[in-house]
T-cell receptor, first 114, second 116 residues
Framework: ETGVTQSPTHLIKTRGQQVTLRCSSQ?????VSWYQQALGQGPQFIFQ???????GRGNFPPRFSGLQFPNYSSELNVNALELDDSALYLC?????????????FGPGTRLTVT | AQKVTQAQTEISVVEKEDVTLDCVYE???????LFWYKQPPSGELVFLIR??????QNEISGRYSWNFQKSTSSFNFTITASQVVDSAVYFC?????????????FGGGTRLMVKP
């Protein structure tokens, strides 16, 4: 059974550019959540996808968008990058979207915006 | 809105000492779940425990124990006989039962350094 994987591990972008981060969920998990973790802070919920539909969203602007594919892998897209978008982006998968579901986190993608 | 506070930003102990990490939460909901995660330098969040709001029994797992007190809205985590491998950032988190999206609200984390 493979765990949650994310790619790339590190990324450097320039302000104003667009970025796509990828996540493969754990085998059998149909729910993927994305979190942003700024340096020295706790992760903040961006959104969740369940069966290819957005199933909840945190306090992030529309330039943060996502997709989930039929195999339950997911992408996080960020347009018009700002310096404050520099952070560790964590993906978590779970068996289902309810609050009981234990979330399994990937190693994250470290995004640096210059 | 819910909130999780971890007042201790950094704790340093010597190996074999006991250490308690504090967590205080705020929510108006009566049904919720509390979690502790460990984040080693590799960055991956490792699940440690989940506790629901109706179960106030303390739990012990090896050197780890958790003290949940609804009266003070606290969910503290104690490591007994700490080891260097326990060095990491520890996060307390809250999830509401009626969440649309199983959102975890995290505290700011406590960095634990265990010195040999």
């Amino acid at each position: 059974e493979t765990g949650v994987t994310q790619s790339p591990t590190h990324l450097i972008k320039t302000r104003g550019q667009q970025v796509t981060l990828r996540c493969s969920s754990q085998s059998g998990h149909n729910t993927v959540s994305w979190y942003q973790q700024a340096l020295g802070q706790g992760p903040q919920f961006i959104f969740q996808y369940y069966r290819e539909e957005e199933n909840g969203r945190g306090n992030f602007p529309p330039r943060f968008s996502g997709l989930q594919f039929p195999n339950y892998s997911s992408e996080l897209n960020v347009n018009a990058l700002e310096l404050d978008d520099s952070a560790l982006y964590l993906c978590a998968s779970s068996l289902d979207p309810d609050a009981l579901g234990e979330q399994y986190f990937g190693p994250g993608t470290r995004l640096t915006v210059t | 809105a819910q909130k999780v506070t971890q007042a201790q930003t950094e704790i340093s102990v010597v190996e074999k000492e006991d250490v308690t990490l504090d967590c205080v939460y705020e929510t108006r909901d009566t049904t919720y779940y509390l979690f502790w995660y460990k984040q080693p330098p590799s960055g991956e969040l490792v699940f440690l425990i989940r506790r629901n709001s109706f179960d106030e029994q303390n739990e012990i797992s090896g050197r780890y124990s958790w003290n949940f007190q609804k009266s003070t809205s606290s969910f503290n985590f104690t490591i007994t006989a700490s080891q260097v491998v326990d060095s990491a950032v520890y996060f307390c988190a809250l999830s509401l039962y009626n969440n649309a999206g199983n959102m975890l609200t995290f505290g700011g984390g406590t960095r634990l350094m265990v010195k040999p």
